[in-house]
């Protein structure tokens, strides 16, 4: 995928190597760029690459050529992190391993297995929104579908559901497709 990942790592000072883990919100080509190289080597070589179990099985249940160009790759390595449901990656606790916590919330309907992930410090949140959201007006009337959800019904419910939670504490969106790339979440 056309990208500045590494140049933008490389202008931060961040070494690939340094980096612990990824979360891949859904796996379909436009976002899980970078994640392995053409040859099939992962591009973070110390990372865990967390997925939801739903995804996976979806996957191989459909007979995907992602499979064998991400999935086995991250298998064979040992970075693959399969997780099912809400679960936190890091800061079980009320400090957490950097002063807060990092949870990846799932929100299917997109992909069978897609997730979103909160990111939350002291009462300030951030919630990384995938392909939840690809539509502005989706912030407004959740009930709004994308043509490419695998599960237009099961996609609403997760939108309604983030969205009231998200609102309730007044949280940030970061999103993939807005034109604006953060947006305040507001309550229902």
């Known amino acids: ?13 961040i070494d690939p190597a340094d980096i612990d883990t990824v979360v891949l919100t ?4 436009d976002h899980i760029g970078w994640s392995v190289t053409p040859a099939g080597v992962p591009v973070f070589g110390n990372a865990r690459y967390v997925v939801q179990h739903a995804e996976i099985a979806a996957l191989e249940a459909a007979g995907s050529g992602l499979v064998a160009y991400l999935i086995e790759p991250l298998r064979r390595t040992g970075q693959l992190h399969e997780v099912t449901g809400r679960t936190a990656l890091f800061g079980a606790g009320p400090a957490g ?6 949870t990846v919330l799932p929100t299917p309907g997109h992909t069978p297995g897609h997730q979103s992930v909160l990111v939350a410090h002291d009462r300030r949140q951030l919630v990384v929104t995938g392909d939840l959201l690809v539509h502005a007006v989706q912030l407004v ?5 994308y043509r490419y959800e695998d599960d237009q019904e099961v996609a609403r419910r997760s939108r309604r559901a983030l969205l009231a939670e998200a609102g309730e504490h007044s949280a940030v969106l970061a999103t993939a497709h ?9 309550r229902p």
């Open 1 to 13: 995928m056309p990208g500045h990942l590494p140049e933008r790592l490389a202008e931060a000072g």
């Open 26 to 29: 859904h796996v379909h080509g």
């Open 97 to 102: 391993r950097y002063g807060g916590q990092v």
């Open 141 to 145: 009337n959740p009930d709004v579908g």
């Open 178 to 186: 807005l034109k604006q790339p953060f947006v305040a979440a507001h």
